[in-house]
């Protein structure tokens, strides 16, 4: 299967568990990546067999910031769902990193990675 890919789309939004984080926010990275056939697209060299990046990266966003949750993984879960259901791909895989959650000890960041696929 194809792939397209967003990475590193940083947003600042007001998930999270800890009263702290609906307050205040803090940054988030989302990757993800879309399966599909491009073979089309390839040969034709038309968008409209593709997926626009733009639409991609508008269609994240709005599920960063338009709405609040209290998980990452509902974070991914929504994004993984307005993707499939916005777009002909077959397969979204969806990364929400935190770089700064509010827990103590030393590490890059948190974050999880689910994988979704249309029927």
Do not use: C, W
């Not at 789309?9 to 940054?27: K, T």
């Not at 989302?30 to 997926?51: P, Q, R």
């Not at 974070?75 to 791909?89: D, G, K, Y």
């Amino acid at each position: 299967m194809d792939k397209i890919f967003v990475s590193g789309m940083r947003f600042y939004a007001y998930h999270g568990v800890f009263p702290e984080e609906n307050r205040l926010g803090q940054r988030f990275v989302v990757d993800v990546e879309l399966g599909l056939d491009l073979s089309s697209a390839g040969k034709t060299d038309d968008l409209s067999l593709s997926v626009n990046y733009a639409e991609v990266y508008e269609t994240v966003r709005r599920e960063m910031t338009e709405k609040r949750v209290n998980l990452l993984e509902t974070l991914a879960e929504n994004i993984a769902s307005a993707l499939l259901s916005a777009f002909p791909v077959k397969e979204a895989r969806v990364r929400v990193t935190k770089p700064d959650p509010p827990i103590p000890g030393h590490y890059d960041a948190v974050g999880v990675e689910i994988v979704r696929r249309n029927p």
